[in-house]
């Protein structure tokens, strides 16, 4: 493959071509200089990144990921592989992308955020500072690493999954519990008759911001595979100086992940190695202390009216006396979102036909773990 310095004129217009048509006609003029400059073996301005000369954008809230010369060079290799539809998604990364600058809707969600999770302001006031430090200064959207460890049950993965809703970023969650496939992170080489861009280049590619969310669960179940162990690969994004330069097996070109946010939950951090921890701000996610479980109860109430329409059907608020029934010796908030579930269901299960439910119009109540207990016994067949 040649280098930059090398191309010549004809090389140079056969990677314009590669770029996507969509792209708007002051983007291709910069790239088209940029490859004109490579073809020539003029300086070609960049960033100063260390993924290489990179054109400069006209958008100060904008980067380039990757060098898109170098990348479209690559691409060229697959192009005769009947890798086409591969290319097509990896010529996205090709082009710059927007960071996403929080503002003040974002932090008015926050603090609405912070009242329906009132047991987890240990983990919610330093990500408040640092979002009110960003709003202030408009400086983009990057969280600190953090992991969050605690009993199963008590909101970790709602709260990140809520922080993706806040913000409206693409978010790539991946599993880690008994997952040792480093390669699903790191692709595969394009010498294999298999081979595949990880997960990571393909999220990166499709998304329009550079600095989307990256949600780690269950790291400390992680295993350990033929080609490594999951977690340094965590250990290397966690690294800024590592993360801009991001090699995925496949694409052959570096890749600047160090725009992305990475958060991460464990039940526990004890078998976890010490320099995995030490990049990682840890909060403890406890079980909400009693005064908090009737917030709890009915914000998760509200949030689970607003799904399948339940609303129309439901009436808007629980009575004191039913909250008390759904909080009865519940040990989790993952238990009390599986009681109103079932509640849901059982209340339902008394109509028999969608227009006698209809009538209902705001009027039904879920049913009480109880009434549900006893009525599953009468389905089935038990005297």
């Not at 990364?93 to 603090?111: F, G, I, M, T, Y």
């Not at 009681?339 to 006698?356: I, M, T, V």
Request: charged residues 15%.
């Amino acid at each position: 493959m040649p280098s930059l310095g090398r191309l010549n004129a004809a090389q140079a217009a056969h990677l314009l071509a590669l770029l996507p048509l969509r792209q708007n006609t002051s983007l291709r003029g910069r790239f088209a200089a940029t490859l004109s400059a490579a073809a020539e073996g003029r300086p070609q301005s960049g960033s100063g990144s260390r993924l290489g000369s990179t054109p400069a954008t006209q958008d100060p809230q904008s980067v380039w990921l990757v060098n898109p010369a170098a990348l479209l060079q690559r691409l060229q290799t697959e192009m005769a592989r009947d890798r086409s539809g591969l290319v097509e998604q990896l010529k996205q990364l090709a082009q710059p992308k927007v960071l996403r600058v929080p503002d003040s809707a974002h932090w008015a969600q926050l603090l609405e955020l912070y009242q329906r999770m009132p047991h987890l302001a240990a983990v919610l006031d330093p990500l408040l500072n640092r979002i009110k430090l960003q709003i202030a200064t408009q400086h983009p959207l990057k969280l600190s690493p953090t992991l969050l460890t605690g009993a199963p049950g008590n909101g970790k993965s709602h709260l990140l999954h809520q922080l993706a809703e806040v913000f409206n970023v693409p978010t790539l969650e991946l599993q880690l519990g008994g997952n040792a496939d480093n390669l699903a992170l790191v692709g595969t080489s394009r010498h294999w008759g298999s081979a595949s861009p990880g997960k990571l280049a393909l999220f990166l590619a499709q998304s329009p911001v550079a600095n989307p969310l990256i949600l780690l669960e269950e790291i400390d179940k992680s295993g350990i595979g033929q080609h490594g162990w999951t977690l340094d690969i965590v250990l290397l994004l966690l690294e800024p100086e590592n993360a801009c330069e991001f090699e995925d097996k496949f694409v052959e070109v570096p890749i600047d992940l160090s725009h992305c946010s990475f958060l991460a939950t464990a039940n526990s951090s004890a078998q976890l190695p010490a320099p995995l921890l030490s990049r990682f701000q840890t909060c403890l996610v406890s079980a909400p202390p009693p005064e908090a479980w009737s917030i709890i109860l009915n914000n998760l109430y509200a949030h689970l009216l607003l799904q399948e329409g339940r609303a129309q059907l439901f009436h808007s608020t629980l009575p004191q006396e039913l909250q008390a029934e759904f909080l009865a010796q519940c040990p989790s908030i993952r238990e009390l979102r599986k009681r109103l579930e079932q509640g849901f269901d059982a209340a339902l299960a008394c109509f028999d036909s969608p227009e006698a439910l209809l009538r209902q119009k705001g009027e039904l109540l879920p049913e009480a773990p109880e009434t549900q207990a006893s009525e599953t016994q009468k389905r089935m067949g038990f005297f």
